[in-house]
């Protein structure tokens, strides 16, 4: 299988005022096409970084992204991003927030086809019945289902999603972790899952990245052997208690607490 | 029964309004010179009748003009200042600068720049009065469009335009239109400024001008509710607007 994402030997750094601050230090991913891979680590580490690298948002100081076999320089059409903030337009409805990247990628698509396949997505996140709605009259839960759809509604091959559950209360959350196993096996997409909750990233992942402290390197790559028909009780399961305590032992050594009593 | 009452408490209150002032104008024996009492008001209406259209008509279209030139002017500066960060520190304290300056000492300024062009000194003076909180509002709500905005747009390989003309301009309405409220009110004080102070003027601060030229007090008033109400026609003109354009930023009450 060949890789959809690689990210080799990346290494950047912000220029502030107190000189260079380093947050990825050769950095290596690799995603294979249809793979859901999650990346965890501490707070302030380089993660959303690692998004804009991908998106073609901004370019590395040394190393290289490539997806496709392409390398990346700028923003491609075939990637959709989801943040941790909805970010709907407050002046559309539902449906035309959704419609949204079909204007840009697909502008010559007729109206009647965009608004067809925006509805079919917001019916598999349950928004039906929502689609004239303002995004100031759903809530939360709700305006990031509409979001999702929005990532998804021009069928990218990467989707990027920088903690994008990250603000919901935990059953709500539990319930996105669940639409978003389904919506990947109705419409199958290569995804980098930004998180801090180790719990959704054995859920969804099919592989756990764990990034080191600032600046980021690659500190641990976990396989989740669990069936692709997951459910929330299947995180309640031997196996999935000892990935989740080795994900902790991990983050405990990224935030460098790996002596303390715990 | 709650239409009713929309209507009703306002005309209540302004014929309470009304019937204090004739009340106090009575009470004090003041003579019209001093203060015309709101009954003085119909028969001055009456008499300048087509005076009141004509330099209303003036007034206003000229109101119109210079916001019409703050809106364009104010737009484009603001976004200047929305998208670079150098434009912003070149042109802010200018700005404010130009802003401090109150307005009335400039109509001699332009007067004497512009001899004898009444029409265009009081366009020019409605519109430099006004276009400051407009530019002051786009540029802040440009330069504050979280960066997530753009950055679903940026990552499809959408253009700046695009992302200006789908984001961030629907985006700053709110704002804008909040300062058009204000540029609105000011560019009619700027157009009134000049039409007082300019002699052989037009409008109805020439109109003002020749009641008081005259002595003839009730006229003055008269005036006086003319542009109050006319205030307002231009108030809720823009008021309306917003309901068409930025509707979508009034919360619905729950």
């Given at each position: 299988m060949t890789n959809l994402i690689e990210i080799k030997g990346v290494?950047?750094?912000?220029?502030?005022?107190?000189?260079?601050?380093?947050?990825?230090?050769?950095?290596?991913?690799?995603?294979?096409?249809?793979?859901?891979?999650?990346?965890?680590?501490?707070s302030g580490c380089g993660k959303s970084t690692l998004t804009r690298l991908?998106?073609?948002?901004?370019?590395?100081?040394?190393?290289?992204?490539?997806?496709?076999?392409?390398?990346?320089?700028?923003?491609?059409?075939?990637?959709?991003?989801?943040?941790?903030?909805?970010?709907?337009?407050?002046?559309?409805?539902?449906?035309?927030?959704?419609?949204?990247?079909?204007?840009?990628?697909?502008?010559?698509?007729?109206?009647?086809?965009?608004?067809?396949?925006?509805?079919?997505?917001?019916?598999?996140?349950?928004?039906?019945?929502?689609?004239?709605?303002?995004?100031s009259e759903l809530s939360g839960g709700m305006r990031q289902?509409?979001?999702?759809?929005?990532?998804?509604?021009?069928?990218?091959?990467?989707?990027?999603?920088d903690e994008p559950f990250g603000a919901l209360d935990a059953f709500t959350r539990e319930d996105l972790w669940q639409t978003m196993r389904d919506l990947r096996a109705a419409e199958p997409f290569t995804c980098v899952l930004i998180t801090h909750d180790l719990r959704e990233s054995v859920f969804l992942g099919d592989q756990v990245i764990v990034l080191s402290g600032r600046p980021a390197r690659t500190q641990h790559v976990l396989r989740v052997d669990l069936p692709a028909d997951r459910?929330?009780?299947?995180?309640?399961?031997?196996?999935?208690?000892?990935?989740?305590?080795?994900?902790?032992?991990?983050?405990?050594?990224?935030?460098?607490?790996?002596?303390e009593v715990h | 029964m709650e239409t009713?009452?929309?209507?009703?408490?306002?005309?209540?209150?302004?014929?309470?309004?009304l019937g204090l002032w004739e009340f106090i104008v009575w009470v004090n024996d003041w003579p019209n010179y001093k203060m015309a009492s709101p009954s003085d008001l119909p028969p001055a209406f009456a008499r300048y009748?087509?005076?009141?259209?004509?330099?209303?008509?003036?007034?206003?279209?000229?109101?119109?003009?210079?916001?019409?030139?703050?809106?364009?002017?104010?737009?484009?500066?603001?976004?200047?200042?929305?998208?670079?960060?150098?434009?912003?520190?070149?042109?802010?304290?200018?700005?404010?600068?130009?802003?401090?300056?109150?307005?009335?000492?400039?109509?001699?300024?332009?007067?004497?720049?512009?001899?004898?062009?009444?029409?265009?000194?009081?366009?020019?003076?409605?519109?430099?009065?006004?276009?400051?909180?407009?530019?002051?509002?786009?540029?802040i709500g440009l330069s504050t469009l979280e960066p997530e905005y753009r950055d679903i747009l940026r990552s499809l390989g959408a253009s700046r335009v695009t992302i200006f003309r789908k984001i961030a301009l629907p985006k700053t309405l709110p704002e804008f239109f909040g300062a058009l409220k204000v540029s609105v009110t000011l560019a009619f004080i700027g157009t009134n400024?000049?039409?007082?102070?300019?002699?052989?003027?037009?409008?109805?601060?020439?109109?003002?001008?020749s009641g008081e030229t005259n002595g003839d007090y009730p006229l003055m008033f008269a005036v006086l509710i003319a542009l109050a109400v006319l205030g307002i026609v231009l108030y809720y003109a823009v008021v309306a607007l917003e309901r068409i354009f930025a509707g979508w930023a009034e919360r619905p009450q729950s």
């Open positions: 290494t950047h750094a912000y220029r502030t005022k107190a000189g260079p601050l380093p947050v990825l230090d050769n950095l290596n991913v690799a995603v294979p096409e249809g793979e859901f891979c999650a990346v965890v680590g501490p991908v998106a073609g948002l901004m370019k590395p100081d040394q190393g290289e992204v490539w997806l496709h076999g392409e390398r990346v320089t700028s923003p491609r059409k075939t990637v959709g991003m989801a943040f941790q903030n909805p970010v709907l337009l407050e002046w559309r409805t539902i449906l035309d927030n959704v419609i949204l990247p079909l204007e840009i990628v697909a502008p010559r698509m007729p109206q009647r086809d965009r608004e067809a396949r925006a509805m079919h997505l917001l019916e598999m996140v349950g928004l039906k019945g929502f689609e004239g709605k303002r995004p289902r509409a979001s999702l759809c929005r990532s998804i509604v021009h069928k990218p091959d990467v989707l990027i999603m459910t929330i009780d299947s995180l309640y399961t031997p196996e999935a208690a000892e990935m989740l305590h080795l994900l902790r032992d991990q983050i405990r050594i990224a935030q460098g607490r790996d002596g | 009713l009452q929309k209507i009703a408490v306002p005309t209540l209150a302004i014929l309470a309004f009748s087509h005076l009141f259209l004509e330099m209303g008509w003036q007034t206003l279209w000229r109101t119109i003009a210079g916001l019409g030139l703050a809106v364009l002017f104010g737009t484009l500066l603001g976004m200047a200042m929305g998208f670079s960060r150098i434009a912003r520190d070149a042109l802010y304290p200018l700005l404010v600068g130009f802003n401090a300056i109150p307005k009335a000492t400039l109509v001699p300024v332009i007067a004497l720049i512009f001899i004898g062009q009444h029409d265009f000194n009081t366009v020019l003076m409605a519109f430099l009065i006004s276009f400051f909180p407009i530019a002051v509002s786009v540029g400024l000049v039409e007082i102070v300019s002699p052989h003027g037009r409008g109805l601060g020439a109109l003002f001008k």
